[in-house]
């Protein structure tokens, strides 16, 4: 614990692997951090350094992240900021060898632990009876990856040894944040509130840019900064509440809009958003612009933890390949439908006379005609289109095959063919995600190669908090149909397979309107072409809107599904079309 510190200033240089390279060094040049944080890790990256490793030893963590502590290490040391990562990856040791030797090159002396105990690869065999939390199938016997998320207090732990920089392997991307707070703060495992707080931290600002007007709903009002976007930084306080900034003199808008488009991003039930140190309720969280680009943010209430880590294992599904073109002209909705029609066709009839079978999935979007609009598409008279015609086979050679069928079209089919960007597609692993629950008794941590005492604290359930209903209420008199994006704003992403949109209200006296007319049952027609599960719709009062649950609705998800926006990226904006009845002589 340090008590010195009254406010402890946590700064988010990369919100993936990736990122901009100007994000960290912007935070340390900025003389306005304590902590630099860099969240690097995904599923999909989690499955890649593993099998990096697999070829070589000494391979396994982000590469990136030993270049940008080397440059950045004269300041890190004269500075005083530690530095919290997550480049560990599936090799944290490497990773720390790797900065022992920038760093001894540079003659500068700074003490590098690592957190370790995710990796349960090794260990896969033990957990052969677990069930995927969401479907129920089996766990896969062989798997390319399978890390637990792992809390805090280790992080915590290595801070109190005196570490400079913390590595570590897979974690809930907010620990990065939250250890350093806990370490700062001397907070401890029952201090439930704070725990939450403290996630909520580093909920908001581990997206980096997300968090300071990047992919906000109101785009025109910060287009014109985007070349020099600033990098969130937390001034988090020992009570739990903290102010969202960036850096002096850089780009972006840091007000109650985009903090609160960052917070619903991906929360799933905000009265149970389940952590590795506490199980969060962030409902009644509330923004207060206090200065310019400045945002305190409280409100967060917490409760104890489950007793159990969410393991996320990767596997390879067969095989899965995408091809693009460019077709224009009249009728070119109509010709890119035509000619993926004849793409798989011919390529059926010739996988039969091969004995091949049939493709396992396909997908065929038309990009210009509002394909993911679906029913509510409206631009079939467009003249110029992307084909992307997307396909999963259990056997590469066949893909092999599509792969060279994709190509002839251009003078075969369909005139105004053009544009095959990236050549002819080639056969990828099409790699699953299974998500499990395992004890956390069950996953020995270490720090540094001692074992991590975890702090004693009763456990929780993981159960919602009860529903609150509240009435909606239609306006009255004359009326008129506006788009909801001229009463809300939002965001949206994924968990799994599972589509989060966020909604949030303009303005509160919107929000009666929005209840009665933009319910579960009308968003999942809506998303009627995407959504095979049922939609849940969560109050989020403190920040006058709603988050909404669509299960089942992302082809698979992430790295399995075959869709341009696999991750439901673009859900939010298709929602924002959704028609809203509103009285007449609304502003």
């Known amino acids: 614990m ?14 993936f692997w990736g990122d901009s390279a100007e994000g960290p060094k912007q935070l340390v040049e900025s003389g306005q951090i304590d902590y630099l944080v860099l969240d690097y890790l995904a599923e999909i990256t989690m499955s890649l350094l593993a099998r990096a490793r697999a070829k070589d030893p000494n391979a396994g963590f982000a590469t990136d992240f030993p270049g940008v502590v080397a440059a950045l290490a004269p300041k890190l040391k004269a500075r005083g900021i530690k530095v919290v990562t997550n480049a560990g990856g599936v090799n944290p040791q490497a990773c720390k060898a790797a900065i022992e030797d920038r760093l001894t090159e540079k003659g500068i002396d700074l003490k590098v632990s690592i957190v370790t105990g995710d990796d349960l690869l090794p260990r896969a065999a033990e957990f052969a009876g ?38 570590t392997g897979r974690c809930v991307d907010s620990a990065i944040v939250l250890g350093a707070l806990i370490h700062e703060f001397g907070w401890k495992a029952d201090e439930f509130d704070k725990l939450s707080a403290g996630s909520l ?10 968090a300071t007007g990047g992919i906000s709903t109101d785009w025109d009002k910060v287009a014109d900064d985007w070349d020099r976007m600033g990098f969130p930084i937390a001034e988090c306080r020992a009570d739990g509440t ?5 850096p002096a003199g850089t780009g972006g808008r840091v007000v109650p809009e985009t903090v609160a488009e960052q917070i619903v991003y991906e929360i799933g039930d905000p009265s149970a958003y389940l952590l590795p140190d506490v199980s969060c309720d962030w409902r009644d969280v509330r923004l207060t612009q206090v200065g310019e680009n400045r945002v305190e943010v409280t ?20 095989f899965r390949t995408t091809g693009t073109m460019m077709i224009g002209g009249v009728d070119a909705v109509a010709k890119a439908e035509a000619v993926a029609r004849a793409i798989l066709k011919r390529t059926r009839r010739m996988f039969a006379e091969r004995g091949l079978a049939d493709y396992t999935r396909t997908d065929v979007e038309v990009l210009g005609s509002e394909a993911n609009w679906g029913a509510n598409a409206r631009r079939r008279d467009t003249r110029e289109v992307i084909l992307k015609i997307a396909v999963q086979h259990a056997d590469g050679k066949a893909l092999d095959l599509f792969g060279r069928e994709f190509i002839p079209p251009a003078t075969a089919m369909a005139q105004g063919i053009t544009g095959f960007s990236g050549g002819r597609p080639a056969p990828t692993p099409l790699v699953r995600l299974f998500s499990c629950l395992v004890p956390k008794s069950a996953v020995p941590v270490e720090v ?10 009763i456990c929780g359930d993981a159960r919602s908090a009860p529903a609150v209903e509240i009435a909606g209420t239609m306006p ?3 009326t008129r149909q506006v788009p909801l994006i001229r009463l809300a704003y939002g965001r949206s992403g994924d968990k799994g397979n599972a589509a989060n949109v966020g909604v949030l209200a303009r303005k509160p006296e919107y929000l009666p309107w929005l209840r009665a007319q933009l319910t579960a049952d009308a968003v999942k027609q809506y998303f009627a072409h995407f959504v095979q599960g049922k939609v849940e719709r969560f109050e989020l009062p403190g920040l006058n809107g709603f988050n909404f649950l669509m ?37």
Not at 242 to 246: E, I, N, P, S
């Open 2 to 15: 340090n008590a010195s510190r009254d406010v402890v200033r946590i700064g988010c240089g990369a919100g």
């Open 130 to 167: 677990t069930k995927e939390m969401f479907s129920g199938t089996a766990l896969p016997e062989k798997l390319w990856s399978m890390n637990a998320y792992l809390g805090a207090f280790p992080i915590a732990q290595a801070l109190d040894g005196g570490a400079d920089i913390v590595i």
């Open 201 to 210: 931290a580093g909920h908001v600002v581990e997206c980096g840019a997300q």
């Open 242 to 246: 903290f102010v969202v900034t960036k």
């Open 299 to 318: 409100g967060a209430k917490g409760r104890a933890p489950t007793a159990s880590y969410k393991v996320s294992a990767t596997w390879q599904d067969g």
């Open 448 to 457: 540094d190669g001692r074992p991590f005492a975890a702090p004693v604290v």
């Open 476 to 478: 009255t008199g004359p």
């Open 551 to 587: 299960h089942e609705a992302l082809g698979g998800g992430g790295m399995a599904s075959l869709r341009y926006d696999p991750q439901g990226k673009m859900l939010a904006q298709i929602l924002m079309d959704f028609p809203v009845t509103v009285p007449a002589d609304l502003d």
